[in-house]
């Protein structure tokens, strides 16, 4: 049974910054690619970032490239998401997902999620 929980939301003003946090349990075989996704209200699941164990594949959407960055620490299981220079637009509730395999920034395809964390950007 993979887990996924993550951490790190909260409000904060355009310009500023958070850091998220994904920590995984269970099947490591299963979360070998580890992606951030945001929803915002009234929208569907946007892919954000997607690395893999070994750091050798990320991809990030377009809006965030330059702003947000994915990186992992192995040895704690866990995930993370720098984010810099938030925009109001960066606002939604955001996700963790792991797949055993590549699957980009398409949540369809993922296997496992977390239950997300608010994010909040004010003007």
């Known amino acids: 049974q993979v887990q996924l929980v993550e951490s790190g939301g909260g409000s904060v003003q355009a310009g500023g910054s958070l850091r998220l946090s994904c920590v995984v349990s269970g099947q490591m075989s299963g979360t070998k690619n580890r992606a951030w996704f945001r929803q915002a209200p009234g929208k569907g699941r946007e892919g954000v970032a997607i690395?893999?164990?070994?750091?050798?594949?990320?991809n990030y959407a377009d809006s965030v490239k330059g702003r947000f960055t994915i990186s992992q620490d192995n040895a704690k299981n866990t995930v993370y998401l720098q984010m810099n220079s938030l925009k109001p637009e960066d606002s939604g509730m955001y996700y963790c997902?792991?797949?055993?395999?590549?699957?980009?920034?398409?949540?369809?395809?993922?296997?496992?999620w977390g239950q997300g964390t608010q994010v909040t950007v004010s003007s």
């Open positions: 690395m893999n164990i070994g750091g050798g594949s990320i």
């Open positions: 997902a792991a797949d055993a395999f590549y699957r980009g920034l398409r949540p369809e395809l993922y296997a496992s």
